[in-house]
């Protein structure tokens, strides 16, 4: 299991592909990247920032979850911080299962849960100016299928 918070760049496939050479008895990987995407506004930049050592553990806690719920060869967590620009791989999941169920379903949770649970902030700098992400109604929605 892996879970890394870094403010530089990766390289989504490359990652992809070294988690998938370390699993070679799992059925299925299931991978998802999400990208920083434009507003109407203009996006300039995301401003992303966290509490070093509280949101690892954060996200460790909810990736031990998923490892708990779910038959899974492995997992790995990746989550930028800093400033990046629209285009840019904020963060990716990738799990590991002997079948496609569980590596999808724990990817999904994942996915959730860092949406509205992982303790970062999100700002966004626009042509017009700057201001938080506030959460969205339709993400803490989706937490209750879990």
Request: hydrophobic share 65%.
């Given at each position: 299991?892996?879970?890394?918070?870094e403010a530089a760049a990766f390289d989504p496939g490359?990652?992809?592909?070294?988690f998938a050479a370390g699993v070679p008895g799992?059925?299925?990987?299931?991978?998802?990247?999400?990208?920083?995407r434009d507003v109407a506004a203009g996006l300039i930049a995301m401003e992303i920032e966290h509490y070093p050592g509280m949101t690892e553990r954060a996200i460790a806690a909810i990736a031990e979850e998923a490892r708990g719920r779910w038959s899974l060869s492995d997992l790995m967590v990746i989550h930028r911080f800093g400033q990046l620009g629209p285009g840019e791989a904020?963060?990716?999941v990738a799990t590991a299962a002997p079948h496609r169920a569980d590596a999808f379903a724990a990817s999904e949770?994942?996915?959730?849960?860092?949406?509205?649970?992982a303790p970062f902030w999100k700002k966004e700098v626009t042509r017009g100016g700057?201001?938080?992400v506030a959460a969205r109604d339709e993400d803490e929605a989706a937490l209750t299928r879990w």
């Open positions: 299991m892996a879970v890394r918070l490359a990652e992809l592909n070294a799992a059925g299925a990987v299931v991978s998802f990247t999400g990208i920083v904020i963060m990716m949770f994942l996915m959730d849960y860092l949406k509205s649970r700057a201001g938080w």
